[in-house]
Nanobody, 123 residues
Framework: QVQLVESGGGLVQAGGSLRLSCAVS????????MGWFRQYPGKEREFVAG???????YYPDSVKGRIACSRDNAKNTVYLQMNSLKPEDTAVYYC?????????????????WGQGTQVTVSS
């Protein structure tokens, strides 16, 4: 059974930091490209970070410099470190996986999803 389980969300003041984790089971983690997305109410999921099988990362300009994605293949876990958080970062954050060789910014190209974790940034 494939499971992606996010944790680490919560309430933080603007300027603060959070680290999200996503534990993966039921898949060969080292063969996966992992992505992080966020979703605002009534909006489509928005790509915020991706990490390749070899650890290469990609971030959109909107979060570059404030967000860092990493992975620990020994723990089957991917992380999203978020710094200098802003109220507009408030959203539900999802991790996603795809069994391919490159990072995609499209949610449609990810096969597996976690349940999401709420991040709320107060001003």
């Amino acid at each position: 059974q494939v499971q992606l389980v996010e944790s680490g969300g919560g309430l933080v003041q603007a300027g603060g930091s959070l680290r999200l984790s996503c534990a993966v089971s039921g898949l060969t983690f080292s063969s996966l490209v992992m992505g992080w997305f966020r979703q605002y109410p009534g909006k489509e999921r928005e790509f915020v970070a991706g990490i390749s099988r070899s650890g290469g990362t990609y971030y959109p300009d909107s979060v570059k410099g404030r967000i860092a994605c990493s992975r620990d293949n020994a723990k089957n876990t991917v992380y999203l470190q978020m710094n200098s958080l802003k109220p507009e970062d408030t959203a539900v954050y999802y991790c996603a996986a795809r069994a391919t060789t490159y990072i995609s910014t499209s949610a449609r190209e990810y096969n597996y999803w976690g349940q999401g974790t709420q991040v709320t940034v107060s001003s």
